[in-house]
């Protein structure tokens, strides 16, 4: 299994950037192909998703929620996952989580902590 383990939350200003990070572990991670995603969840609202990228590959998907504002990344040697975040919203304030899973599955199977981002109007 996969261990994440996220960073960079905070508070900000409408229109601010910000850049989370995810550090990954694990022995699987080098040894099955992954899909790595980032979720925010704000509060009385379900988790939704935001973005993913191929572990391997570097291929990227968004919500049409953040297309164009956000971006997924991944340092494959620092086995680092990132999300830039530019032209923030107040209704970006969320708990941000980065997730894992197996190319072959539906599921996320790993999830970090979460890190908090707020966006001040």
């Known amino acids: 299994q996969v261990q994440l383990v996220e960073s960079g939350g905070g508070l900000v200003q409408a229109g601010d950037s910000l850049t989370l990070s995810c550090a990954a572990s694990g022995r699987t991670l080098s040894s099955y192909a992954y899909v790595m995603g980032w979720f925010r969840q704000a509060p009385g609202k379900e988790r939704e998703f935001v973005a993913r990228i191929t572990w391997s590959g570097g291929s990227t998907y968004y919500a049409d929620s953040v297309k164009g504002r956000f971006t997924i990344s991944r340092d494959y040697a620092k086995k680092t996952l990132y999300l830039q975040m530019n032209s923030l919203k107040p209704e970006d304030t969320a708990v941000y989580s980065c997730?894992?899973?197996?190319?072959?599955?539906?599921?996320?199977?790993?999830w970090g902590q979460g890190t908090q981002v707020t966006v001040s109007s």
């Open positions: 997730a894992a899973r197996r190319s072959t599955e539906n599921e996320y199977e790993s």
